[in-house]
């Protein structure tokens, strides 16, 4: 799977390598284990960007872990590539839980599930929306 999305993420940046903006947010889902797809056009908008970098960060400061663990595929990933510097700088995989709360991970082979409350995850789902 990892040799997927990095094949995906190599196939993406050339893609986007024309693009004037350094950085780039992109959400994608599962289609399949094996099958990531981009669900909407990147976000450029470096505020957007410097602000899900702040809440995931202080995600992890907190340090919330959720009782339960995910077994199924993640609901969204994102990524922030760097396309001066043709490298993908984060990756969170999103599970969006019962009561609307999310469950993370930060990098490609995580075994750190952080817990984000309802407010948090509703102002992620409004960052990376493509009304943003």
Not at 13 to 22: G, H, M, R, T, V
Not at 67 to 82: A, C, K, V, W
Not at 86 to 111: A, V
Request: proline share 3%.
């Amino acid at each position: 799977m990892i040799k997927k999305i990095i094949s995906i993420c190599i196939g993406f940046s050339i893609l986007s390598a024309c693009n004037s903006s350094d950085e780039q947010l992109i959400v994608g889902i599962y289609e399949d284990e094996h099958t990531l797809s981009y669900s909407q056009d990147p976000i450029n908008d470096e505020d957007t960007i410097n602000e899900f970098r702040k809440m995931i960060s202080e995600a992890e400061n907190v340090n919330s872990s959720p009782d339960d663990i995910p077994t199924e595929e993640p609901d969204y990933f994102i990524q922030i590539d760097n396309y001066s510097e043709s490298t993908m700088t984060m990756f969170i995989s999103i599970w969006i839980n019962d009561d609307d709360s999310m469950t993370i991970t930060r990098g490609l082979d995580s075994d750190r599930y952080i817990l984000l409350d309802n407010n948090a995850s509703q102002r992620i789902l409004d960052l990376i929306s493509e009304d943003g």
